[in-house]
């Protein structure tokens, strides 16, 4: 309490009203009621003088603004019932309407529990940390959060928060998919005008499901917050318990005390739609940063733990039922490689982008086995006309993983969009039945052969440009290198992963070398010729027993997953993505963008990923990059790049044949200086192309190249405004 009543001396006047500066204004509403308000020490018992100035402090309020104090005496209080005497009518200010419309969803969730006598659960928590006012933090990933949580330190912008976590009806928050409940608090960051905050409209999400990457769980805080100078804010934070923390109670406890904070600018509606998880990305972001639980503070929530219910033993049921489902949620994350396997879905779900082709042909090789080629047209056409592009997907996948549904934008998107005519060819060792016949990627040279004659045929003899992934570039490589494919037809090539030189990674040597019994043909004497990367719970028992055994394939705690199908990918090819690069859909679905591998077709794989060069069919064996064949490269304009955390096959795969085109052709001259190799970080071996955010890290870069080749070094790509353009804008596409 100030001597003169002014700021200078003090923070509050003599009926606690708290100045806004040094002078004598003071907040609004804003007044200081316990024991702060005395200036010095009593040398008696404050209780009685505390109650005394309290209720002169009231008193002053009510005489300022007109308001009678009641002297009735007050009953018991119903938190489930209707208040006793009526609030006072009056006209409501704007800027108070969206808090009239928390506090009216508010008492419609306590009546619709207290009408059905409903029992709940409830506790307290405190987080603290550091967060930095900064609004260049665009960027919701891990680096930038703790970037900003760094710089908060060193600057010393602490940030805490005292939250009350009520659910009114468990057994609804338990059943509703979002697992909902109540926030109210408040938040304090002195770095962030306006604070302390005051939650507003808040809710909590436990363990609910991250459809933005596989097998993961979020604990998500959402609330409009305003502060004492009356701004609105909107506080969005989330926990990440993942795969990580598998068998980890160390990982497990971190993920659940770790919460990634965005404070954003409140933008009218953000939190209209409770089920839309991205709305808080509408705002504009203000600070980001980082909050911690603390041992001390875990404990006294869950001292703070407390059912309700009409009697004692609802509120024993209701403590017991939120108790086990936190235990069954956590046990389940924490014993995720024990847990009950995920098997491929009867039905689709997660198809944001359903691509489907203009045109879909048949192609028959001149051996007479027939594949397709699916043909988009372009959607935007630049000055340079439309140029053709030829795509070539790997060994047991289909033109899906370019043109992914499960993902907003995928590669078919964004060649078409730079004006491009795209064909995907299936060929006889991908997603057919056809590659049940026993085929080899040396086969498949023959459809890759017949494609280009469709190209040139229907689209003109003009030169193709070609990005061939994994298996698809090896059979391409075979083609060019044995004359099947004249080099002549070719513009230049984009090689995802390897070309001519495929090596395995570590692990998929390990396969090649283990046993007296090559894999291929132990499986053949057990399971037949034909392994299919798909499975089911009533599949035969000697691939349920396979199925049980791929839960130990040997991968680091970040890459465990209880998905059957992708379990068995990796056994016959390695691990193929980073399991973080992929969403839940594409992962829970990964079935439908893989077939299978015959026994020939393995045996070959593994024979050239040893030996480290591409070969013919077996008994031969023969070597087809030899110095001869290699000439018939010249000319050609070569991408080589490899995922840095490629499990399949090694980065020496690329970086060979890289060295090799250099040594042959020079890196200079009229014929050297066409070759080109990147290493992606953070990238596997598919997730490159069917990762969600391959439209920004990898698919770019690739248009470049054959921009460069295609249009000449002079052409710059000219953004449409398109869909695509609007959707990165308005931030959707970030993840």
């Given amino acids: 309490m100030a001597r003169d009543n002014t700021g200078n001396t003090g923070v509050t006047n003599h009926v606690g009203a708290v100045f806004t500066g040094d002078g004598a204004e003071t907040y609004d509403g804003l007044i200081v009621t316990d024991a702060s308000v005395i200036p010095t020490a009593l040398g008696a018992n404050p209780f009685a003088t505390i109650t005394a100035l309290a209720e002169r402090s009231v008193e002053a309020y009510a005489e300022s603004k007109g308001l009678t104090i009641s002297t009735?005496?007050?009953?018991?209080?119903?938190?489930?019932?209707?208040?006793?005497h009526p609030p006072l009518v009056r006209e409501t200010p704007a800027k108070e309407l969206d808090e009239e419309e928390t506090f009216t969803t508010a008492s419609q969730v306590i009546q619709s529990a207290g009408s059905t006598k409903a029992s709940g659960f409830g506790f307290t928590e405190v987080m603290s940390g550091f967060i930095h006012y900064d609004k260049r933090l665009k960027t919701d990933d891990r680096e930038t959060y703790e970037l900003a949580y760094r710089t908060a330190r060193s600057l010393c912008e602490s940030a805490r928060f005292f939250l009350s976590v009520q659910?009114?009806?468990?057994?609804?928050?338990?059943?509703?998919?979002?697992?909902?409940?109540?926030?109210?608090?408040?938040?304090?960051?002195?770095?962030?005008?306006?604070?302390p905050f005051m939650v507003q409209r808040g809710e909590f999400n436990l363990f609910i499901l991250n459809n933005k990457a596989p097998g993961t769980r979020n604990l998500t805080y959402d609330f409009d917050m305003r502060g004492v100078d009356g701004r609105k804010l909107h506080f969005h934070g989330y926990k990440v318990v993942d795969s990580s923390v598998a068998l980890s109670p160390r990982g497990f406890w971190k993920a659940t005390t770790t919460l990634y904070i965005t404070i954003s600018e409140y933008e009218k509606g953000i939190t209209s739609n409770l089920d839309d998880e991205d709305a808080w990305r509408k705002g504009t972001v203000l600070a980001r940063g980082i909050m911690h639980i603390q041992p001390t503070d875990f404990l006294s929530e869950i001292m703070t733990m407390t059912p309700t219910g009409s009697g004692l033993l609802k509120k024993t049921l209701s403590a017991a039922s939120f108790l086990t489902f936190f235990t069954r949620k956590s046990l389940g994350l924490l014993m995720a490689p024990l847990a009950k396997l995920q098997y491929p879905s009867q039905s689709y779900s997660g198809y944001v982008n359903p691509t489907l082709p203009d045109e879909s042909v048949a192609i028959y090789a001149e051996d007479k086995v027939c594949t397709r080629m699916h043909i988009w047209e372009p959607t935007h056409v630049p000055a340079g006309g439309i140029k053709n592009?030829?795509?070539?997907?790997?060994?047991?996948?289909?033109?899906?993983?370019?043109?992914?549904?499960?993902i907003p934008f995928n590669a078919v998107n964004y060649y078409t969009r730079a004006g491009y005519r795209v064909f995907v060819t299936v060929h006889r060792i991908g997603q057919l039945m056809v590659a049940e016949n026993m085929h080899t990627t040396y086969d498949a040279r023959l459809d890759l052969r017949a494609c280009l004659e469709y190209i040139r045929k229907v689209h003109g003899p003009e030169k193709v440009y070609t990005i061939a992934h994994c298996m698809g570039s090896v059979a391409f490589s075979s083609g060019l290198l044995d004359g099947k494919i004249p080099a002549d037809w070719i513009l230049g090539v984009t090689c995802s992963q390897v070309f001519m030189n495929p090596i395995w990674g570590p692990a998929n040597m390990a396969k090649v070398l283990v046993g007296p019994i090559p894999m291929d043909k132990l499986y053949t004497k057990l399971a037949g010729t034909w392994f299919n990367c798909s499975t089911s719970p009533d599949d035969s028992i000697i691939q349920?027993?396979?199925?049980?055994?791929?839960?130990?394939?040997?991968?680091?705690r970040r890459e465990m997953c209880n998905n059957a199908a992708c379990h068995r990918c990796s056994l016959v090819f390695g691990r193929c993505w980073n399991h973080h690069n992929l969403n839940e859909a594409t992962h829970r679905q990964i079935d439908r963008f893989f077939g299978g591998v015959n026994m020939r077709l393995l045996n070959l794989l593994m024979k050239m990923g040893y030996e480290g060069h591409v070969m013919s069919n077996a008994p031969d064996?023969?070597?087809?990059?030899?110095?001869?064949?290699?000439?018939r490269l010249k000319g050609i304009p070569f991408l080589l790049f490899v995922g840095r955390d490629n499990a399949v096959l090694s980065p020496e795969s690329t970086e060979r044949t890289y060295e090799r085109l250099c040594d042959t052709f020079g890196t200079v001259g009229p014929n050297g200086g066409e070759y080109r190799r990147r290493v992606v970080p953070g990238y596997g071996h598919?997730?490159?192309?069917?990762?969600?955010?391959?439209?920004?890290?990898?698919?770019?870069?690739?248009?470049?190249?054959?921009?460069?080749?295609?249009?000449?070094?002079?052409?710059?790509?000219?953004?449409?405004?398109?869909?695509?353009k609007e959707m990165v804008e308005e931030g959707s596409m970030l993840f």
């Fill in 544 to 556: 349920r027993v396979v199925n049980q055994l791929l839960r130990l394939y040997p991968q680091s």
């Fill in 72 to 84: 009735e005496k007050n009953g018991i209080l119903n938190l489930f019932g209707e208040p006793q």
């Fill in 686 to 724: 598919l997730d490159p192309w069917m990762g969600r955010n391959a439209w920004k890290d990898v698919y770019p870069f690739v248009r470049e190249e054959v921009d460069r080749v295609c249009r000449g070094e002079g052409y710059k790509f000219e953004e449409p405004d398109d869909k695509f």
């Fill in 389 to 406: 592009l030829f795509m070539i997907p790997g060994a047991a996948v289909d033109h899906q993983i370019y043109a992914l549904p499960t």
């Fill in 621 to 631: 064996y023969t070597p087809l990059d030899t110095d001869e064949n290699v000439q």
């Fill in 167 to 195: 659910s009114f009806d468990l057994n609804q928050t338990l059943n509703h998919h979002q697992h909902r409940g109540m926030l109210t608090g408040t938040f304090a960051c002195p770095s962030i005008p306006g604070s």
